[in-house]
T-cell receptor, first 114, second 116 residues
Framework: GAGVSQSPRYKVAKRGQDVALRCDPI?????LFWYQQALGQGPEFLTY????????KSGLPSDRFFAERPEGSVSTLKIQRTQQEDSAVYLC????????????FGPGTRLLVL | AQKVTQAQTEISVVEKEDVTLDCVYE???????LFWYKQPPSGELVFLIR??????QNEISGRYSWNFQKSTSSFNFTITASQVVDSAVYFC?????????????FGKGTTLSVSS
């Protein structure tokens, strides 16, 4: 079946612009995670959804970042007034419900803020 | 606090050599899961294996094998007879399994380069 998809794959933004990153999880997966991966580092948690409910947003680095999943399927990560330090790969992962389940990742969106 | 340490930043081997990637973790929980992911140049994280804390049996899948030792908090990954296609960044990750929605804690990754 289809895996997790993300769009766009690459995004170049000028500092101060707003960007929106999309994630289509695996069909039927209840849980959805967003991670940020800086160059040369491992992914770091941003936020978690169970269906449409955002249950954990403790990893969002500032109030310029917010995410939504209004119908419990597709999710959008929005970054307002982008800064150079926002440049990173943004990864989305989905998993069936339940603790300790394997997270399946999308290809990521590589964001470059100039 | 949970933490995953991959002390090897980069490893270079020649094809057909065996290579072991080290992973050491820290957690206070008795129930947890450990994972290995592969990240090729295309960028997607590819799931390789998941182990729970109650199952210390080593596992072999083709050329891949994993050695889980709770006594040393290690979960090492060995590739036997490495191939050029194994070149990638490999991440070890930890998830505490007490509730759904627990994020993965990743190590910084080990970059494996296999030359022909």
């Amino acid at each position: 079946g289809a895996g997790v998809s993300q769009s766009p794959r690459y995004k170049v933004a000028k500092r101060g612009q707003d960007v929106a990153l999309r994630c289509d999880p695996i069909s039927g997966h209840v849980s959805l995670f967003w991670y940020q991966q800086a160059l040369g580092q491992g992914p770091e948690f941003l936020t978690y959804f169970q269906n449409e409910a955002q249950l954990d947003k403790s990893g969002l680095p500032s109030d310029r970042f917010f995410a939504e999943r209004p119908e419990g399927s597709v999710s959008t990560l929005k970054i307002q007034r982008t800064q150079q330090e926002d440049s990173a790969v943004y990864l989305c992962a989905s998993t069936p419900s339940g603790a300790g389940r394997t997270q399946y990742f999308g290809p990521g969106t590589r964001l470059l803020v100039l | 606090a949970q933490k995953v340490t991959q002390a090897q930043t980069e490893i270079s081997v020649v094809e057909k050599e065996d290579v072991t990637l080290d992973c050491v973790y820290e957690t206070r929980d008795t129930t947890y899961y450990l994972f290995w992911y592969k990240q090729p140049p295309s960028g997607e994280l590819v799931f390789l294996i998941r182990r729970n804390s109650f199952d210390e049996q080593n596992e072999i899948s083709g050329r891949y094998s994993w050695n889980f030792q709770k006594s040393t908090s290690s979960f090492n990954f060995t590739i036997t007879a490495s191939q050029v296609v194994d070149s990638a960044v490999y991440f070890c990750a930890l998830s505490e399994a007490d509730q759904a929605g627990t994020a993965l804690i990743f190590g910084k990754g080990t970059t494996l380069s296999v030359s022909s």
